[in-house]
């Protein structure tokens, strides 16, 4: 693991649920929900200090989360083993 690395491939992980009143990245649609890291990507600026032009701040490792569709649709109707992937901050993520 790199130095502010968190996760590896294949933690399972949940994706913070708090509501910022701020520009975040984050879609309303995977809060709360939960996945597998199936990459980890280079560290990032936050979005949150990006928006606001206040990029002093340390960069974040930045991981691919699979989930499974069917979790984050109650009523998907497609293949029960389609999923999303979606690049997340780390500093949103929690051990699942």
């Given at each position: 693991m790199n130095a502010g690395q968190r996760y590896d491939l294949g933690d399972r992980v949940r994706i913070?649920?708090?509501r910022e009143p701020r520009h975040h990245r984050t879609p309303a649609f995977v809060k709360g929900q939960t996945g597998i890291v199936t990459r980890v990507c280079m560290d990032q600026a936050k979005p949150e200090d990006v928006a606001y032009f206040t990029m002093n701040?340390?960069?974040v490792p930045v991981y691919r989360i699979r989930m499974m569709q069917c979790d984050l649709w109650?009523?998907?109707t497609g293949k029960p083993d389609d999923t999303?992937?979606?690049e997340m901050h780390g500093h949103w993520l929690q051990p699942a």
């Open positions: 913070d649920d708090r701040g340390p960069r109650p009523d998907y999303l992937d979606i």
